[in-house]
């Protein structure tokens, strides 16, 4: 049964402080995304994967039969703390879209870090 005040969600990782904003397609700075990439494979102990093998942009929370990853919502937060360490800025106000692959995380904290350089 829907529920009225509920619209349809896609099923996507529920993360704290997350909020929906349109699609970022800028380019991506591989020094940043391979930075995102040590954190991930780091943080959730993934022998299978170097750096350069990581698909940067599969869907982190996506079904592996899918084309995804397979992550689950415990990995959201390793990876949220390591992404906090490692570059020393706020996870708490990104966007859903910011946080579906290695390359939407590298857009998001080059964006952050330029207005953290450019606080006009």
């Known amino acids: 049964m829907e529920h009225p005040d509920k619209p349809d969600q896609p099923d996507q990782p529920n ?10 397609t800028s ?4 020094a940043i995304a391979g930075r995102i990439v040590e954190q991930i494979i780091e943080r959730l102990e993934l022998e299978d994967f170097t750096v350069d093998d990581f698909p940067r942009d599969a869907v982190l929370f996506a079904p592996p039969e899918g084309g995804g990853l397979g992550f689950d919502s415990i990995a959201s937060l390793e990876i949220i703390a390591g992404l906090a360490d490692e570059f020393d800025l706020p996870f708490d106000n990104m966007a859903r879209e910011d946080f579906m692959s290695v390359d939407s ?4 904290v080059a964006r952050e870090q330029a207005a953290e ?4």
């Open 105 to 108: 995380l590298a857009r998001y």
């Open 117 to 120: 350089a450019d606080p006009a």
């Open 15 to 24: 993360v704290p402080g997350t909020t929906d904003a349109p699609a970022d």
């Open 27 to 30: 380019p991506v700075d591989p």
